[in-house]
């Protein structure tokens, strides 16, 4: 029984995977073809958000399926984590402007997230 319940989480980790891979594939036709003043990552982020206000809710299969990714998360945090050390001295001469705009960069997003994820949850209760 444990293997059944292993071979179906791995299954719904591969169809997030192939999901997930077909929004940035349609992101990045829309970019390179009708948008390209929009970045392809923002293209794909709006299709993914339109995709799940239509459902009202992240389905279940997704929601299960990114679990594995969820717990290694940190992993994909490295690859900017060694381009910052890669170009670590000109990040040091420019550190306080480097440290604001990382200031800014994360603290607005947190901000309007807060105030989405409020309405959101005043909207749809669970």
Known sequence: MKWREHGRQVLESL???????????????????????VPAAVVGMLLLLTTLLLFGRVPLWIERGLQPWLRHFTLFLLPPTVGVLAVWPQVRAQAFPFLVTLLLATLIPLYFGAHAFRAFSRRWPR
């Open 15 to 37: 169809a997030v995977a192939v999901l997930l891979w077909a929004y940035y594939a349609g992101a990045d036709f829309l970019h390179r073809h009708f948008l390209v003043m």
